[in-house]
């Protein structure tokens, strides 16, 4: 893939992997896994057991995912090949049934009833040990017997481990109208590693006495092999990516709560402008503000 611009650093996957454009061009187009890939937040139909489950995804590794099953129940390291993809992450809609909400679900002669503990768009997780079943249905499928009250729900979401975290992108730049933001429209990817540490694992190495974020922009300004090392060690260390609105506003799918640094280029007062910001976020709604100050403006 080609770039449109000169400071256009391009995080671009090769066909096999994700199809990513320039992180500092508004045609970027946040990634997509590939064919039979997963990423977190995502909804999928799969076997553990020889038995079929339906389960969200925690957490992917390349090839292989982390499933949350139900009632804390966490399949680990999960082949990716054998699952499929029923509801992307932030689709679906939202739950018209809550957390917390007591509800009946036929399935055949098995009358199923329990709390739900989770929704995910079309999907809620119940709990109904006493009948034989927890883990995820469609909501659609599901009666409601009786709405939760707020301390009913608040507890159950005080009381599960592990749950999600979600991760905002704010803009922190003043403009004028009609003036574009320097974080519009850009790629961010969540990170298990600082971007440099990624770079390292990745396999992609600076020349001695210039920066390894410095070393990555000239790469991709010149298209050469070293950036698809670049490239690919980003995508291999990534835990989740968005693509930011005009406003430079996003919100990332949901990961398990941790410590992440949340990797993006923009342009700024005409420099490649990138951020590899550090960020722990915990259980629920989570921010962070991107502008010039955690930034790092990349000189030619």
């Not at 082949?79 to 917390?100: D, R």
């Not at 929704?119 to 997780?125: F, H, L, M, Q, S």
């Not at 109208?177 to 990624?198: R, T």
């Not at 990797?263 to 005409?270: D, L, N």
């Amino acid at each position: 893939m080609k770039c449109a611009h000169s400071v256009g650093t391009c995080l671009a996957l090769s066909a096999v992997l994700l199809v990513v454009t320039c992180l500092v061009n508004s045609s970027y187009a946040a990634p997509r896994p590939q064919e039979g890939g997963v990423s977190p937040g995502d909804i999928v139909e799969t076997n553990v057991n020889y038995q079929p489950v339906t389960g969200e995804v925690l957490r992917s590794y390349g090839n292989l995912a982390d499933l949350n099953l139900g009632q804390n129940n966490v399949g680990r390291y999960l082949e990716v090949q054998y699952m499929k993809v029923v509801q992307k992450a932030g689709t679906g809609g939202p739950a018209k049934l809550g957390v917390g909400d007591t509800v009946r679900r036929s399935n055949g002669s098995i009358v199923i009833t329990g709390r739900i503990l989770k929704t995910n768009g079309a999907y809620c997780e119940i709990d109904s040990s006493g009948s034989g079943f927890t883990g995820w249905s469609k909501c659609a499928e599901m009666k409601l017997l009786t709405k939760a009250t707020p301390e009913a729900t608040a507890a159950i979401a005080v009381a599960r481990p592990g749950n999600t975290a979600v991760l905002t992108i704010v803009p922190g730049f003043s403009t004028q109208p009609g003036v574009p933001n320097p974080a519009g429209n850009h790629g961010f990817y969540l990170l298990k590693d600082n971007a440099e540490i990624a770079f390292a694992k990745g396999g992609f190495r600076a020349s001695q006495g210039i920066s390894v974020l410095n070393a990555m922009n000239s790469e991709c300004e010149k298209n050469t092999p070293e950036c698809k090392t670049a490239v690919a060690s980003i995508i291999a260390d990534s835990a989740t990516a968005v693509k930011t609105d005009a406003d430079g506003k996003a919100t990332l799918p949901p990961v398990p709560p941790g410590v992440y640094y949340l990797f993006g280029i923009a342009k700024y007062q005409g420099k490649p402008l990138m951020w590899n910001v550090k960020v722990q976020i915990k259980a629920g709604p989570n921010s962070v503000t991107l502008d010039q100050r955690n930034g790092t403006l990349i000189d030619h």
